[in-house]
């Protein structure tokens, strides 16, 4: 008797531990967050939302920055199964939204006051006709130049602030035996270089009208000719094996100093901060050449979809709430490389990387000088930005290819595309 | 009584082996017959019915005619991996047919370690083109492989670079793949050439014939049916080629070594251009058909005939 009671024990104590949390639902949360660092600021959210007396079910697939996710998530939404919340970025959001997927957020918005937390430009990614249906994790600064200052000791020359500034300084790093930049030549690592020198020459607007609102004669402009040129002049500060490579691999480059300098977003951060290194100290973080009043935008961001379960919704709710409040906020981006979404965030943390993008953040997004990245799939749709990618990583490799042609390449894609 | 039952149930036993026998092969059959009818020819009808919408993001149903054939048409990447895959597979199928030929001829001179040599030629088969292509990335990389061992040794203006050099990075495509499969071609060969009667080949020797006579006047015409199925394997492996240039290159320098297949995966999947990725895939298959009817119909002519 004694045993049986001591089996039924539990069963009647989970019993009551149901009976009490009777609000408790499951969140299926479908993600690529499956690296190392990327694992750990995933499981902050998980135990965040467990401690509320939710369940998480984690629904990741690794590989290919999302490319395979998203074919999943292709096939249980068109099979009326979609997950809670999915990582999903940028336009495609409006997309999702567009097919009548996603759900309405707007009730926990106005009571984490989202309007006032987060930037226009932010928040307007997050809507779809002005009703919040995704919810921002961090945000990326993707204009970064991560320089090696040992190298440039040895070169004799500073770190170059502008475009034109730029040959000199790799001439004389090149004359001095060190590879100028190191690379990876693959599309996207060529249309982040090409996007932080378009940036640089053109300024925010030229590159808003070019990249966000797609204006042909801004696409076709004789400014336009030089970034392309100034772009291709790149290529003799690269060494040649740069084709495929892969960016860790570019930044490892300048960690061990065979490589001057590198223009990579900020989750290159974490490969300096894994290898031990001390930013200002080992490593440099400036913004790319003539961009410093600037910042080039990545966020990602959790999309939320329609639920038919009462429960399941009120802990899609939670998670939305937890993923805006500081708690998360802060655990998560400083195991992520990146800075927090919200701002007013406490920053005694944060390393002088972060701090910087902080102020950079705040202050480009007053200015209007808050631009999405168009490399990272901020500022269109994938069709758009994969036309841009051929034309640019196309105009990169080919020597036949002149800039003007390029250009004239480059209006046509981006209309056969729209 | 129970005597008058037995011949009955007997003839009723018979009756149902008889049925069973019957319809127990279309039963067994039936399922995968309808997979195969669903899911291959069904989605084929999908995709073709896909290449005619302007199908994005999710396939919509919104037709557009031939407008995503036009803009492929017009997509100078589409030409590039056109283009690409006429000099791949060309020279592929080419050198793979030769270098089979010319092993399988070698190899049948009666060698001693037969065997060994054949599995050493034979073995590359084994592995997947995921590994060939991650294996001849790095050979073929000029600060890592090749290039550098040559260059260490001495010879320090030595230079292969074809794997960055966007004019030559398809052909070196074509060495990993025929690398690969060269062994296979030269297998059937040597099965052909094991398959001619000897006592023809001993007439003509009476006759006088030398050996590079006898090889070409009677061995290799008699190796036909070979050949003829040794291209079509070849050429439905260079259609579909896509595991090794996604290891290899990437598709690049640039798009350089785009084919076909990582052309469709490219819109279909990670561009959200379904319907433009269905449209391409319609053409691959319109290639794979304008191979494989020409070889049915001689298939079924020649079996007319015989």
């Known amino acids: 008797m004694k045993r049986i009671k001591k089996a039924l024990a539990p069963i009647v104590l989970s019993g009551i531990a149901a009976a009490t949390s009777a609000q408790a639902g499951e969140v299926e949360v479908l993600h690529w967050w499956t690296s190392g660092g990327e694992a750990a600021s995933v499981a902050v959210l998980k135990g965040l939302l467990e401690k509320e007396g939710h369940t998480w079910k984690d629904f990741a697939v690794a590989g290919g920055g999302g490319e395979s996710a998203m074919t999943v998530l292709k096939s249980r939404a068109v099979s009326g199964n979609p997950p809670a919340a999915a990582q999903i970025k940028g336009l495609d959001i409006q997309e999702w939204a567009n097919l009548g997927l996603l759900a309405n957020l707007d009730s926990v918005a106005k009571a984490g006051n989202w309007d006032k937390l987060l930037p226009e430009v932010v928040s307007n990614v997050m809507k779809y006709e002005n009703h919040y249906v995704a919810v921002p994790v961090n945000v990326h600064r993707v204009n970064w130049l991560w320089a090696n200052p040992d190298v440039f000791r040895k070169a004799g020359v500073g770190i170059p602030t502008t475009w034109e500034e730029f040959p000199a300084a790799a001439d004389a790093i090149q004359k001095a035996g060190f590879i100028p930049l190191a690379h990876g030549g693959q599309a996207w690592q060529d249309a982040t270089l090409f996007e932080a020198i378009a940036l640089g020459m053109g300024g925010s607007e030229f590159y808003n009208k070019a990249f966000v609102k797609h204006d042909a004669d801004t696409l076709k402009s004789e400014k336009m000719v030089k970034i392309f040129e100034t772009f291709k002049s790149m290529r003799k500060y690269i060494d040649k094996d740069a084709a495929g490579r892969d960016w860790n691999i570019a930044t490892s480059m300048v960690i061990n100093g065979k490589a001057a300098m590198q223009v990579m977003g900020d989750w290159a951060k974490g490969e300096f901060t894994a290898a031990g290194k001390k930013p200002g100290v080992d490593y440099m973080c400036l913004p790319a050449p003539g961009t410093s009043g600037q910042f080039t935008f990545n966020i990602d961001s959790f999309a939320m979809f329609k639920l038919n379960n009462d429960d399941n919704v009120k802990a899609q709710n939670t998670m939305a709430r937890l993923i805006m409040e500081p708690t998360f906020q802060e655990t998560f981006n400083l195991n992520k490389g990146s800075i927090p979404v919200r701002s007013g965030m406490a920053r005694d943390k944060f390393d002088s990387c972060a701090e910087a993008s902080m102020d950079a953040f705040n202050a480009a997004a007053s200015t209007g000088d808050l631009v999405p990245s168009m490399a990272h799939g901020m500022s269109t749709t994938s069709y758009i930005q994969g036309a841009i990618y051929d034309v640019v990583t196309n105009f990169f490799n080919d020597d036949s290819q002149s800039a003007k042609e390029a250009v004239n390449k480059l209006a046509q894609a981006v209309k056969a595309a729209m | ?306």
């Open chain 2, 1 to 306: 009584m129970g005597a008058h039952d037995r011949p009955e149930a007997t003839a009723k036993a018979k009756g149902g082996l008889a049925w069973l026998e019957r319809w127990l092969p279309k039963m067994v059959l039936a399922p995968t017959f309808v997979m195969m009818l669903v899911f291959i020819y069904g989605y084929i009808i999908w995709t073709a019915v896909l290449s005619m919408t302007n199908s994005r993001f999710l396939p919509s149903y919104d037709f557009v005619g031939l407008l995503q054939f036009e803009k492929l048409f017009e997509n100078d990447r589409w030409l590039v991996a056109c283009t690409n895959l006429g000099i791949f597979g060309g020279l592929f199928i080419l050198v793979c047919l030769a270098l089979g030929v010319t092993l399988a001829i070698l190899l049948d001179q009666k060698i001693r370690q037969e065997g060994a040599i054949r599995t050493v030629y034979l073995y590359p088969m084994a592995l997947s083109f995921i590994v060939t292509g991650t294996a001849w990335k790095w050979m073929l990389n000029p600060g890592l492989g090749l290039e550098k061992v040559v260059r260490d040794l001495g010879f320090e203006s030595f230079s292969f670079d074809w794997i960055v050099d966007p004019d030559m990075a398809i052909y070196t495509l074509v060495i990993a793949a025929v690398w690969q499969s060269s062994g296979f071609v030269m297998a059937m060969f040597l099965a052909g050439l094991r398959g001619i009667d000897n006592s023809i080949i001993q007439a003509a020797q009476i006759d006088g014939a030398t050996l590079p006579k006898i090889y070409r006047r009677i061995i290799l015409p008699s190796l036909r049916p070979v050949f003829f199925s040794a291209f079509i394997i070849l050429s439905h492996i260079a259609i579909k080629s896509f595991d090794l240039v996604a290891a290899m290159t990437g598709g690049g320098p640039g798009y350089s070594t785009d084919l076909p297949a990582t052309f469709m995966y490219a819109h279909s999947f990670t561009r959200s251009q379904i319907g433009l990725g269905a449209a391409s895939a319609m053409l691959m298959l319109g290639g794979v058909l304008a191979i494989l009817i020409p070889y049915l119909y001689s298939e079924l002519r020649g079996s007319r005939n015989g």
